[in-house]
């Protein structure tokens, strides 16, 4: 077998993948997944659940009729996401499978993202007593997948204007900022886009405050930010860097910034995670507010 099948093979076997509920986030999700996986050459494999889970008491019990109603609109549901996908990618398509489940979505995507490349979702579902929560979705996966987790907000950044901006990474000096630089620069490569690398000073989760000794501190900033970065220009010479470093929170500076920004590229937990299961306080931070695609590296 030569390296370019075996190449083929894994990426057929660790596809993106995309959960879809029929609301609009959800078809952003599945927009912006399907020009990640002509990317980077993966195939797209998109879910619906149909379960449903009232959150109170016993589950109901449904009829065949039910069943067959409800994976009917789950089809209707992945037949426009396919759709979507498609569109999003003209000429470039990724393979594409759809699938309709019965298993409740939250540890279905769980145990599927160890098998995974990527995970997307919206950030926004149907509402909290219809089938898709996707809310609820976005965050679990963040938390607790076992692979990079995309969560796709209003909008998909894939238009012509959005795709000439940065890919914009926060780097915190740390191990856990390791892969996710790397996954920001191979982005940005893939994208024939920028990388901004932020770095902020200060680490408190407290109301802003007025900075001190910042004039001090700034070059010993520099001085961390730079050795995140080292040997990555070198690996990826296409990509130009620029690099910010600033005084304030982490999550405030990153959201400021990602203003001019496709993408945003954080680890899931840093100088203040006590463990690989936490969300650290940036990455939960911009999870519920920046408006463009966000990234959160978990590890395998």
Known sequence: ????????????????????????????????????????????????????????????????????????????ILTEAARVARTAVPGAEPAITTEVTFELIIPMLIERSARAWMLVVGSRGMGAFQRGLLGSVSTAATHHARCPVAVVHGIAAIDAVSARQPVLVGVDGTDNSVAAVELAFEEASRRKVDVVALHAWS???????????????????????????????????DVAVRRVVTAGRPGR????????????????????????????????????SVEVPLIVVRTR
């Open 1 to 76: 077998m030569t390296t370019e099948s075996t190449s083929r093979e894994t990426n057929l076997a660790f596809p993106i993948l995309a959960a879809v509920d029929g609301s609009a986030s959800s078809y952003q999700a599945v927009a912006w997944a399907a020009v990640e996986a002509a990317l980077h050459h993966r195939s797209l494999h998109i879910v619906t659940s149909m379960a449903i889970q009232t959150g109170f008491g016993p589950e109901m019990s449904l009829g065949e009729a039910d069943l067959e109603w409800l994976r009917a609109d789950g089809e209707r």
């Open 203 to 237: 680490d408190t989760s407290g109301p802003d405050a007025p900075v001190r000794g910042w004039d001090g501190a700034r070059e010993s900033a520099e001085a961390v930010l730079a050795e995140s970065l080292a040997g990555w220009a070198d690996r990826y010479p």
């Open 253 to 288: 500076s990153l959201l400021d910034e990602s203003a001019n920004a496709q993408l945003v590229v954080v680890g899931s937990h840093g100088r203040g995670g006590f463990a690989s299961m936490l969300l650290g306080s940036t990455s939960n931070t911009l999870l519920h």
